[in-house]
């Protein structure tokens, strides 16, 4: 796979590059796990100065072509090389190592996701890190949970009846990825659990994953209920009863699949 490729070509640059004081990669690739669909993911710490005078979209193409490098909405450079395949690059400076401390979980081994560390500051810091996410356990953190899916079903309610459809089709979304953290909690499936949609149509019941991909208010209604009686069966909580009529009202005045 180029990927492959491009992952070698950047370790090569990295230790190359002594403005390049610490660099590490994530995601599938150093979880063992991607494919010919997979991102490349860096991030890549600097001396302040040499990231002062960086071209982060020429650093990018000594890599390997590039048809384009944008700069998302995160701050994130990424780059599209040929294929296409694209790169996220983190260009930050030495000072914002600590900030990896503050990460949900590892995702990798930490060997596999160091590829420089000329000052000895990234390694103690990605060792630090949980290798998984925290999944909620308690019953008041499944209880948010499931409140949060509320929370967005309702919005998408009401402005679909103020007109606002695409914007109801937004909250769906965020209502749609709610509803997959709790099937993911309920089928005790956490394996992917940042990225719920992650594998779902093979980890999760046909049923969840035909909700998610209606995505009308009626079908993640009906889904996320039992999921969330489910989920208060196993911890003793108790339905909020007037929710659960309002919600079962406005699916039905919602209608469809």
């Known amino acids: 796979m180029i990927q492959h490729d ?8 990295c230790q190359a590059d002594q403005g390049v004081r610490a660099a590490l990669t994530y995601g599938s690739f150093a979880a063992g796990q991607g494919d010919e669909h997979s991102d490349v993911e860096f991030w890549l710490f600097f001396d302040p100065a040499a990231l002062a005078a960086l071209d982060p979209a020429a650093w990018c193409a000594l890599v390997a072509p590039v048809n384009l490098v944008v700069r998302n909405e995160f701050g ?34 930490v060997d596999a996701m160091v590829v420089v560390d000329r000052d000895g500051l990234l390694t103690p810091v990605l060792a630090a890190l949980p290798d998984r996410p925290a999944i909620p356990a308690e019953p008041a953190e499944i209880a948010d949970l499931c409140g949060r899916f509320a929370n967005w079903l309702v919005l998408a ?21 709610h509803l997959l953290w709790m099937a993911r909690l309920a089928e005790r499936s956490t394996e992917h659990w940042l990225t719920p949609s992650r ?59």
């Open 76 to 109: 994130t450079h990424v780059a599209f090389f040929p294929g296409p395949v694209r790169g996220e690059f983190h260009f930050a400076t030495t000072a914002d190592i600590a900030s990896v401390g503050e990460w949900p979980a590892r995702g990798a081994a």
């Open 157 to 177: 309610a009401h402005v679909t009846a103020r007109g606002e459809l695409l914007r109801a089709q937004d909250a769906l979304g965020h209502a749609a990825r």
């Open 6 to 13: 491009l992952i070698a070509r950047v370790r090569q640059l």
């Open 199 to 257: 594998g779902a149509e093979a980890e999760l019941p046909a049923r969840t994953v035909a909700a998610v991909a209606a995505a009308t208010p009626a079908a993640l209604w009906r889904e996320g209920r039992e999921r969330w009686l489910t989920l208060l069966a196993a911890t003793g909580g108790e339905p909020p009863a007037a929710l659960f009529a309002e919600l079962d009202r406005l699916a039905a005045a919602a209608g469809g699949a």
